[in-house]
């Protein structure tokens, strides 16, 4: 069995996450194709993508030919059975749900070639767990790309129990083609990034809570005085109050009280207010 000859490549789901993997796997030479379960999703990510791919000749981080080139490999797949039966790799990008990974590996596991890698995106859900529904368990990774996924340098690679080592050596071959820097993570809640990220994320918002300075001010002491591009309210805003709420409370069942979310985000999410994509988070839009 062999996990090295990757050319095919198989997004499941066509959201931010799922297009950003499709867009970068086709730049990266494979041929890609894009499913999404909601019908006429696809096809929609793909006008995104053209248009981030023409953002990228604007900025001259890219040639036209190589736009041209790009969109050429990428398709709307309408048929999961079939777009499955025809990829070396999978990257799932559904929604942040187990159960419904869960079943979703169990199908594709056998729809797929057995060389076939299979990749999940999921930010903080156990690789093991879902890799345990999957036959074959070993070619199951976790390949966990960041929003934007065609700016943002890194691609955290997470091996579960059970990952084979060539699917691990493949993986990191995948995301060097992809123009990605790799860190590998072992299956731990979190594991290194959501961890850190939430972390910082919910302590902002105790500060917040306990009036020590404004969202603004939060944000721009972080952004001013360690580096950070955006700070982390602002983060979560982009992130969605919703997803750091749902992370917060599995890494809370995962490693303690110290992972309690604030009542802050609670309310907010309860009130509609879950960031960039409600029009109101810790800012408006
Ligand atoms: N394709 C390729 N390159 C592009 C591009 C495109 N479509 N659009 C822009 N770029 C390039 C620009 O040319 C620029 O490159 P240089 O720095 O070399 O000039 C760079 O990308 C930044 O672009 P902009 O100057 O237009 O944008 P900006 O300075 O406002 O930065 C940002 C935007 C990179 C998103 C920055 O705000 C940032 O880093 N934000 C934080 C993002 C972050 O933390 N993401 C992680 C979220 S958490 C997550 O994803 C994980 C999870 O599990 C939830």
């Not at 797949?77 to 869960?102: F, G, I, M, S, W």
């Not at 859900?125 to 943002?152: C, D, Q, S, W, Y």
């Not at 340098?153 to 050596?169: A, D, F, N, Y």
């Not at 999410?269 to 960031?275: E, F, H, P």
Request: proline fraction near 5%.
């Amino acid at each position: 069995m062999s996990f090295v000859d990757v050319q095919n490549v198989l997004v499941v789901g066509a959201g931010t996450m799922g297009a950003g993997i499709a867009q970068v796997a086709a730049r990266a030479g494979y041929a890609t194709q894009l499913f999404d379960v909601a019908p006429g999703a696809a096809a929609k990510a793909l006008d995104k993508i053209a248009e981030s791919l023409q953002k990228a000749v604007d900025k001259g981080k890219s040639t036209p030919d190589e736009r041209t080139q790009a969109l050429a490999r990428l398709t709307a797949a309408t048929d999961l059975d079939a777009a499955a039966a025809h990829a070396d790799l999978v990257v799932e990008a559904a929604p942040e749900n187990l159960e419904l990974k869960k079943e979703l590996f169990a199908r594709l596991s056998k729809l797929v070639k057995p060389e076939t890698i299979l990749a999940t995106n999921t930010s903080s859900l156990p690789v093991t767990a879902i890799a345990a529904a999957a036959k074959g368990p070993e070619r199951v990774i976790g390949l966990h790309f960041f929003n934007p996924v065609p700016i943002m340098k890194l691609l955290e690679i997470v091996h579960g129990e059970r990952t084979s080592p060539l699917v691990l050596t493949a993986a990191k071959a995948i995301g060097a083609r992809m123009g990605k820097e790799v860190v590998v993570v072992r299956d731990a809640p979190g594991f290194a990034t959501s961890r850190l990220g939430i972390a910082l994320a919910l302590e902002a918002m105790r500060m917040l809570e306990e009036g020590v300075a404004s969202a603004e001010e939060i944000d721009r002491a972080i952004e001013l005085g360690y580096g950070h591009p955006m700070g982390p309210l602002k983060l979560t805003d982009q992130v969605g109050l919703d997803v750091r709420l749902a992370i917060a409370e599995h890494l809370r069942g995962e490693l303690g009280e110290r992972f309690n979310p604030p009542q802050v985000l609670r309310r907010m999410v309860r009130a509609g207010k879950l960031g960039k994509k409600s029009g109101e988070g810790f800012y408006k839009y």
